[in-house]
């Protein structure tokens, strides 16, 4: 694991240095865990409680930058993050903030429409698209 994230670290021409490994270590690379600066600052906090939210922070917006992370806004007070490495989409609930993820995206047919109908653009690069409902748990209550 930590041998792929280094990888990921010399791809970008980052240095690799403990406070960026432990950072994205966090971040699982299979499965879908977005996590905000928070989350990332109580497990980082676990090897090393010298680190700063304001640490965090400054590393979260140097990996986006870089676009080892990317950001999405699942209408929650903090903006969430995950790695960028694998496209997919997420499903919310508005109650309790239960995430799931759709690996299978659908969505070239809409980008290649969007593409006739736009009149100022020429290429569509990415996209973003998250889904906010109830989760059955939730639903019974
Ligand atoms: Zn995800
Ligand atoms: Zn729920
Ligand atoms: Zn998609």
């Known amino acids: 694991m930590s041998n792929k994230i280094e990888n990921i670290l010399h791809q970008k021409k980052m240095k690799v240095t403990p406070i960026r490994l432990a950072i994205l270590n966090t971040f699982s ?12 600052l109580a497990q980082v906090q676990k090897r090393d409680n010298s680190v700063n939210l304001v640490t965090i922070y400054r590393n ?6 870089s676009g080892i992370l990317r950001r999405i806004d ?3 007070k903090s ?6 490495a694998h496209h997919h989409h997420h499903i ?4 309790c903030g239960e995430i799931e993820s759709f ?3 659908d969505l070239g047919a809409l980008d290649k429409k969007l593409l006739k109908q736009t009149k100022k ?13 109830q989760c059955k ?5």
């Not at 690379?29 to 990332?40: D, F, H, L, Y």
């Not at 903006?79 to 960028?84: A, C, D, K, N, R």
């Open 74 to 76: 699942l209408h929650q």
């Open 121 to 133: 653009f020429k290429q569509i690069k990415s996209h973003s698209l998250e889904f906010f409902g």
């Open 92 to 95: 919310v609930c508005q109650d």
């Open 137 to 141: 748990s939730c639903f019974k209550k």
């Open 29 to 40: 690379k299979n499965t879908c865990r977005p996590k905000n600066a928070e989350q990332v």
């Open 103 to 105: 690996e299978n995206c």
């Open 79 to 84: 903006i969430h993050y995950e790695l960028t």
């Open 60 to 65: 979260l917006i140097s990996f986006e930058e």
